[in-house]
């Protein structure tokens, strides 16, 4: 299996969303939009039949968080540690594609990677009775914002929005793909606790990335030396990654990975908008131990 046909996956969604509306883009799953050129009700409905691996990594992150970030490490722990290089040909997200895919998965060696934006409610039972290890990446909502912002309205296959101020009013009601980003916060902040639960933040990784990488090792037990912890973090800089993301991710590479900068938040937000953001994240998140990862007052405030 080659990974061209990944990239060719990839650019399959792309040529379908060509053309498109916003409002066409989206289609509603039980009370959750999603992007209908690579998701469908069949998907949903055969992934409720997923079975998991305990030795499963499971990867989440709400859109626009740096989970193909996460994935490019993980992969490389993997090739790095066990000698063993995943050759996907599948979408990494399990809600996208088509509903045989599961049954392909079942011939993937393991440890198998599963990538997911989905809400923890909709996430396949399976992974908890299963007890996979699940790592959730979040990153601050204003910066989460403004990516998915960019990301519509740069990528010229992709439907825009009229404009950042209806982009955020969608956003902020959580009428965007993959739904709520509060909704999500609020349902991983109860489950932060679990025993297979791990939450690391974008923004600890920009600060110390050999750290967050021999975390994520240390967690899925992949033992690597410190040279190996220090090479995998050396080609996950963000611009060795955007450098080889033609190769990796084909025509949607340089928008999936366009900046990876904190703090880009300040180049679209009104001083009215940041205040709204402030509040809706204090009414869902105040006092809660995922305000206190994210850094709200560190990274959210001008």
């Known amino acids: 299996m080659t990974e061209t046909s990944f990239v060719e996956e990839i650019e399959k969604a792309l040529e379908k969303s060509k053309g498109l509306n916003i409002k066409e883009l989206l289609f509603s799953y039980q009370g959750t939009f999603y992007p209908a050129t690579v998701c469908s009700a069949?998907?949903?409905?055969?992934?409720?039949?997923?079975?998991?691996?305990?030795?499963?990594?499971?990867?989440?992150?709400?859109?626009?968080c740096g989970i193909n970030w996460i994935i490019q490490i993980a992969n490389d722990l993997i090739a790095t540690t066990l000698k063993t290089k995943q050759e996907s040909t599948e979408?990494?997200?399990?809600?996208?594609?088509?509903?045989?895919?599961?049954?392909r998965m079942k011939q993937f060696p393991s440890p198998r990677i599963v990538a997911?934006?989905?809400?923890?409610?909709n996430l396949p039972k399976s992974i908890f009775r299963n007890?996979?290890?699940?790592?959730?990446?979040?990153?601050?909502?204003?910066?989460?914002?403004?990516?998915?912002?960019?990301?519509?309205?740069?990528a010229p296959s992709i439907p825009s929005y009229n404009s950042w101020e209806e982009f955020f009013s969608e956003f902020m009601s959580g009428q965007v793909a993959w739904g709520s980003y509060f909704d999500h916060a609020v349902a991983w902040n109860k489950h932060i606790d679990d025993e297979n639960v791990l939450i690391m933040t974008y923004e600890e990784l920009k600060e110390d990335l050999p750290a967050g990488v021999k975390k994520i090792a240390d967690y899925f037990g992949f033992v690597a030396t410190a040279e190996q912890i220090q090479s995998i973090a050396n080609r996950a800089?963000?611009?060795?990654?955007?450098?080889?993301?033609?190769?990796?991710?084909?025509?949607?590479?340089?928008?999936?990975?366009?900046?990876?900068?904190?703090?880009?938040?300040?180049?679209?937000?009104?001083?009215?908008?940041?205040?709204?953001?402030d509040a809706k994240f204090k009414e869902s998140l105040a006092g809660s131990k995922l305000e206190a990862k994210l850094k709200y007052d560190v990274y959210c405030k001008a």
């Open 42 to 64: 069949e998907t949903f409905q055969a992934l409720e039949n997923f079975e998991a691996r305990k030795d499963d990594v499971v990867l989440v992150s709400y859109p626009k």
């Open 91 to 103: 979408l990494p997200f399990i809600e996208c594609g088509d509903p045989e895919k599961y049954q």
């Open 116 to 121: 997911t934006h989905l809400h923890y409610d």
């Open 131 to 154: 007890k996979a290890k699940i790592l959730v990446l979040f990153r601050n909502p204003k910066d989460t914002a403004a990516s998915f912002f960019q990301f519509h309205n740069n």
């Open 237 to 277: 800089i963000f611009q060795a990654v955007r450098g080889k993301s033609q190769e990796t991710h084909g025509a949607a590479g340089p928008l999936l990975f366009r900046k990876g900068v904190v703090g880009d938040w300040k180049s679209l937000f009104s001083e009215a908008q940041s205040q709204k953001i």
